[in-house]
């Protein structure tokens, strides 16, 4: 997908897509590290866009059948689902917070999220939070970012203790990423 492709379904969509260009390979990097993946982890990858960040982690994996995509905008499933790099993977196409937990068997040991917490109604960030809590075990990790410059949202989520912050300058706009470990 194209930076204007990407720029154009973005502004059709802008509160769930919250940005106007895909991360940058220096962000994808640093989010893909702070996941301390190994070969047999499962992902659970949470608004993965075009992809951007799903391909910088999946040669990692043992298996692409270990990660599961949620991608709530059909523009994006479509071409999840097209691109030869991510075959294998799982693309489920909702809403996060509106799937059964259940639905995401075999669990996740570590979440990804894209999802832009701070363009979506207060209702929706706390499903989404409690969802990610639902979903994952004692010592898991969500890897979250924000382009919020004061993202105290994340330091008092219930389930969660933050554990780092790091803020990624060569993104447009930089970028700060979270990690928060289950309780
Ligand atoms: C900032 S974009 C990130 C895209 C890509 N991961 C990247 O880093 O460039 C946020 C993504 O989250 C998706 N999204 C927003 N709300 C969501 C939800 N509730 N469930 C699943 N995906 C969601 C959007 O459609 C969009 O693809």
Redesign the pocket.
Known sequence: MSPLAFLHTALR?FQ????VA??SRY??RHIVASAQLTPDSRVLE?????G??TRHYLPHLSDPAQATL????PV?CGILRRDPALRGAHVIG????TLPADSLEPAADVIIS???FYS?PPS?RED?SQQYARLLRPGQLWVQYTYSPNPGFFRRQPGFHLVSSHLVLRNVPPARVLVLRRT
């Open positions: 969509h769930t897509t919250g940005s895909p991360s962000l994808c949470v608004g993965p866009g075009n951007v960040i949620v991608e709530i905008n994006f909702a809403g996060v917070e894209s999802v832009p979506l929706v989404i």
